[in-house]
T-cell receptor
Framework: GQNIDQPTEMTATEGAIVQINCTYQ??????LFWYQQHAGEAPTFLSY??LDGLEEKGRFSSFLSRSKGYSYLLLKELQMKDSASYLC??????????WGAGTKLIIKP | GAVVSQHPSWVICKSGTSVKIECRSL??????MFWYRQFPKQSLMLMAT?????????EQGVEKDKFLINHASLTLSTLTVTSAHPEDSSFYICSAALFGADYNEQFFGPGTRLTVL
Protein backbone atom coordinates (compact mmCIF):
# COMPACT_ATOMS: atom_id res chain seq x y z
CA GLY A 1 0.00 0.00 0.00
CA GLN A 2 0.87 3.64 -0.05
CA ASN A 3 1.07 5.69 3.08
CA ILE A 4 2.46 8.91 4.42
CA ASP A 5 3.06 9.42 8.12
CA GLN A 6 3.42 12.67 9.97
CA PRO A 7 2.74 13.62 13.60
CA THR A 8 -0.83 14.56 14.39
CA GLU A 9 -0.06 17.63 16.44
CA MET A 10 2.91 19.69 17.58
CA THR A 11 3.25 22.67 19.88
CA ALA A 12 5.95 25.33 19.71
CA THR A 13 6.69 28.76 21.11
CA GLU A 14 6.58 32.02 19.20
CA GLY A 15 10.04 32.91 17.93
CA ALA A 16 11.34 29.35 18.18
CA ILE A 17 12.13 26.72 15.54
CA VAL A 18 10.05 23.62 14.81
CA GLN A 19 10.68 20.63 12.56
CA ILE A 20 7.77 18.62 11.16
CA ASN A 21 8.73 15.17 9.91
CA CYS A 22 7.15 13.14 7.15
CA THR A 23 7.92 9.57 6.12
CA TYR A 24 6.48 7.98 3.04
CA GLN A 25 6.06 4.69 1.23
CA UNK A 26 4.62 5.07 -2.25
CA UNK A 27 4.51 3.04 -5.43
CA UNK A 28 6.48 5.72 -7.24
CA UNK A 29 8.04 9.06 -6.53
CA UNK A 30 8.03 12.25 -8.54
CA UNK A 31 8.39 14.89 -5.88
CA LEU A 32 7.25 15.76 -2.37
CA PHE A 33 5.17 18.79 -1.50
CA TRP A 34 4.49 20.65 1.70
CA TYR A 35 1.29 22.65 1.99
CA GLN A 36 -0.02 24.93 4.72
CA GLN A 37 -3.72 24.88 5.51
CA HIS A 38 -5.47 27.24 7.87
CA ALA A 39 -8.77 26.08 9.31
CA GLY A 40 -11.60 26.43 6.84
CA GLU A 41 -9.32 27.33 3.96
CA ALA A 42 -7.77 25.49 1.04
CA PRO A 43 -4.12 24.39 1.17
CA THR A 44 -1.45 26.79 0.00
CA PHE A 45 1.83 25.66 -1.52
CA LEU A 46 4.97 25.93 0.61
CA SER A 47 7.67 23.83 -1.00
CA TYR A 48 8.57 21.15 -3.50
CA UNK A 49 11.49 18.70 -3.31
CA UNK A 50 12.34 16.18 -5.97
CA LEU A 51 16.10 15.83 -5.35
CA ASP A 52 17.83 15.02 -2.07
CA GLY A 53 18.84 17.95 0.04
CA LEU A 54 17.61 21.10 1.62
CA GLU A 55 15.51 23.77 -0.08
CA GLU A 56 15.39 27.07 1.75
CA LYS A 57 12.72 29.69 1.22
CA GLY A 58 12.73 32.47 3.75
CA ARG A 59 11.68 31.24 7.18
CA PHE A 60 10.69 27.86 5.76
CA SER A 61 13.03 25.08 4.63
CA SER A 62 12.26 21.59 3.40
CA PHE A 63 14.57 18.59 3.31
CA LEU A 64 14.30 15.35 1.37
CA SER A 65 16.06 11.99 1.55
CA ARG A 66 14.69 9.69 -1.11
CA SER A 67 16.69 6.67 0.07
CA LYS A 68 15.12 6.97 3.51
CA GLY A 69 11.65 7.98 2.32
CA TYR A 70 11.89 10.97 4.62
CA SER A 71 11.28 14.67 4.54
CA TYR A 72 10.99 17.47 7.04
CA LEU A 73 9.67 21.00 7.04
CA LEU A 74 11.61 23.43 9.19
CA LEU A 75 9.96 26.62 10.34
CA LYS A 76 12.13 29.32 11.89
CA GLU A 77 11.27 32.45 13.86
CA LEU A 78 7.78 31.16 14.46
CA GLN A 79 4.94 33.64 14.34
CA MET A 80 1.42 33.25 15.67
CA LYS A 81 0.11 33.23 12.09
CA ASP A 82 2.06 30.02 11.49
CA SER A 83 -0.54 28.18 13.55
CA ALA A 84 -2.06 25.89 10.93
CA SER A 85 -2.03 22.36 9.63
CA TYR A 86 0.93 21.32 7.53
CA LEU A 87 0.31 18.68 4.90
CA CYS A 88 2.94 16.45 3.37
CA UNK A 89 2.05 15.06 -0.07
CA UNK A 90 3.94 12.83 -2.49
CA UNK A 91 3.45 12.69 -6.23
CA UNK A 92 3.50 8.98 -6.94
CA UNK A 93 4.45 9.36 -10.58
CA UNK A 94 0.89 9.17 -11.86
CA UNK A 95 0.16 12.87 -11.45
CA UNK A 96 -1.72 12.16 -8.26
CA UNK A 97 -0.79 13.37 -4.83
CA UNK A 98 -0.81 10.95 -1.93
CA TRP A 99 -1.62 12.99 1.16
CA GLY A 100 -0.55 12.68 4.75
CA ALA A 101 -3.14 13.32 7.43
CA GLY A 102 -1.52 16.65 8.29
CA THR A 103 0.23 18.00 11.36
CA LYS A 104 -1.61 20.59 13.40
CA LEU A 105 0.92 23.13 14.64
CA ILE A 106 -0.02 25.17 17.69
CA ILE A 107 2.05 28.26 18.42
CA LYS A 108 2.03 29.59 21.96
CA PRO A 109 3.14 33.11 22.98
CA GLY B 1 -0.12 33.45 -11.74
CA ALA B 2 -1.75 30.01 -11.52
CA VAL B 3 -4.97 31.13 -9.87
CA VAL B 4 -7.87 28.74 -9.38
CA SER B 5 -11.34 29.92 -8.46
CA GLN B 6 -14.30 28.01 -7.09
CA HIS B 7 -17.93 28.97 -7.05
CA PRO B 8 -19.85 29.10 -4.83
CA SER B 9 -17.67 29.50 -1.76
CA TRP B 10 -20.44 28.16 0.41
CA VAL B 11 -23.90 26.70 -0.15
CA ILE B 12 -26.73 25.49 2.03
CA CYS B 13 -29.32 23.22 0.47
CA LYS B 14 -32.17 20.95 1.41
CA SER B 15 -31.81 17.21 1.46
CA GLY B 16 -32.62 15.69 -1.93
CA THR B 17 -31.56 18.65 -4.03
CA SER B 18 -28.56 18.84 -6.35
CA VAL B 19 -25.69 21.27 -6.05
CA LYS B 20 -23.19 22.24 -8.74
CA ILE B 21 -19.71 23.50 -7.89
CA GLU B 22 -17.51 25.16 -10.50
CA CYS B 23 -13.74 25.11 -10.61
CA ARG B 24 -11.91 27.43 -12.97
CA SER B 25 -8.25 27.95 -13.76
CA LEU B 26 -8.10 31.68 -14.41
CA UNK B 27 -4.73 32.25 -16.02
CA UNK B 28 -3.59 28.87 -17.30
CA UNK B 29 -4.94 25.84 -19.07
CA UNK B 30 -5.32 22.76 -16.95
CA UNK B 31 -5.69 19.46 -18.69
CA UNK B 32 -6.16 17.76 -15.37
CA MET B 33 -8.22 18.84 -12.40
CA PHE B 34 -8.72 17.06 -9.12
CA TRP B 35 -11.68 17.08 -6.75
CA TYR B 36 -11.14 16.58 -3.04
CA ARG B 37 -13.38 16.35 -0.03
CA GLN B 38 -12.31 17.22 3.47
CA PHE B 39 -14.23 16.48 6.64
CA PRO B 40 -13.48 18.45 9.81
CA LYS B 41 -10.08 17.74 11.32
CA GLN B 42 -9.24 15.27 8.56
CA SER B 43 -6.88 15.44 5.62
CA LEU B 44 -7.81 15.86 2.01
CA MET B 45 -9.47 12.87 0.38
CA LEU B 46 -9.19 12.60 -3.38
CA MET B 47 -12.57 11.94 -4.93
CA ALA B 48 -11.77 11.94 -8.63
CA THR B 49 -9.34 12.98 -11.32
CA UNK B 50 -10.83 14.91 -14.19
CA UNK B 51 -9.21 15.18 -17.60
CA UNK B 52 -10.51 17.58 -20.20
CA UNK B 53 -12.66 15.89 -22.79
CA UNK B 54 -12.79 12.49 -21.13
CA UNK B 55 -14.61 10.74 -18.32
CA UNK B 56 -13.41 11.34 -14.80
CA UNK B 57 -11.56 8.65 -12.90
CA UNK B 58 -13.15 8.08 -9.51
CA GLU B 59 -11.41 6.81 -6.41
CA GLN B 60 -12.60 3.65 -4.77
CA GLY B 61 -15.70 4.22 -2.70
CA VAL B 62 -16.79 7.38 -4.50
CA GLU B 63 -20.12 6.99 -6.29
CA LYS B 64 -19.81 8.30 -9.83
CA ASP B 65 -23.57 8.58 -10.22
CA LYS B 66 -23.82 10.73 -7.14
CA PHE B 67 -20.83 12.96 -7.79
CA LEU B 68 -21.05 13.96 -11.44
CA ILE B 69 -17.93 15.55 -12.89
CA ASN B 70 -17.77 17.39 -16.17
CA HIS B 71 -14.54 18.81 -17.57
CA ALA B 72 -15.76 20.49 -20.72
CA SER B 73 -12.87 22.86 -21.31
CA LEU B 74 -9.26 23.38 -20.33
CA THR B 75 -10.28 25.97 -17.75
CA LEU B 76 -13.49 24.62 -16.27
CA SER B 77 -14.50 21.53 -14.35
CA THR B 78 -17.78 21.10 -12.48
CA LEU B 79 -18.79 18.78 -9.67
CA THR B 80 -22.50 18.14 -9.17
CA VAL B 81 -23.60 16.53 -5.94
CA THR B 82 -26.88 14.87 -6.86
CA SER B 83 -29.64 14.19 -4.34
CA ALA B 84 -27.54 15.60 -1.56
CA HIS B 85 -27.94 14.26 1.97
CA PRO B 86 -26.65 15.59 5.29
CA GLU B 87 -23.72 13.16 5.21
CA ASP B 88 -22.54 14.91 2.04
CA SER B 89 -21.94 18.07 4.06
CA SER B 90 -18.24 18.74 3.71
CA PHE B 91 -15.56 21.07 2.38
CA TYR B 92 -15.05 20.41 -1.33
CA ILE B 93 -11.79 21.59 -2.88
CA CYS B 94 -10.65 21.45 -6.47
CA SER B 95 -7.15 21.74 -7.80
CA ALA B 96 -5.80 22.31 -11.27
CA ALA B 97 -2.58 20.71 -12.31
CA LEU B 98 0.28 22.36 -14.12
CA PHE B 99 2.64 19.72 -15.42
CA GLY B 100 6.07 20.13 -16.89
CA ALA B 101 8.89 17.83 -17.84
CA ASP B 102 10.48 18.03 -14.43
CA TYR B 103 7.97 19.87 -12.35
CA ASN B 104 4.39 19.36 -11.42
CA GLU B 105 2.17 21.20 -9.03
CA GLN B 106 -1.44 21.39 -8.12
CA PHE B 107 -2.99 24.80 -7.52
CA PHE B 108 -5.95 24.77 -5.21
CA GLY B 109 -9.19 26.64 -5.37
CA PRO B 110 -10.45 28.31 -2.19
CA GLY B 111 -12.92 25.50 -1.50
CA THR B 112 -16.70 25.23 -1.27
CA ARG B 113 -18.38 24.52 2.03
CA LEU B 114 -21.54 22.48 1.47
CA THR B 115 -24.15 22.14 4.20
CA VAL B 116 -27.10 19.87 3.54
CA LEU B 117 -30.04 20.31 5.87
Amino acid sequence: GQNIDQPTEMTATEGAIVQINCTYQTSGFNGLFWYQQHAGEAPTFLSYNVLDGLEEKGRFSSFLSRSKGYSYLLLKELQMKDSASYLCAVNNGNYQLIWGAGTKLIIKP
Amino acid sequence: GAVVSQHPSWVICKSGTSVKIECRSLDFQATTMFWYRQFPKQSLMLMATSNEGSKATYEQGVEKDKFLINHASLTLSTLTVTSAHPEDSSFYICSAALFGADYNEQFFGPGTRLTVL
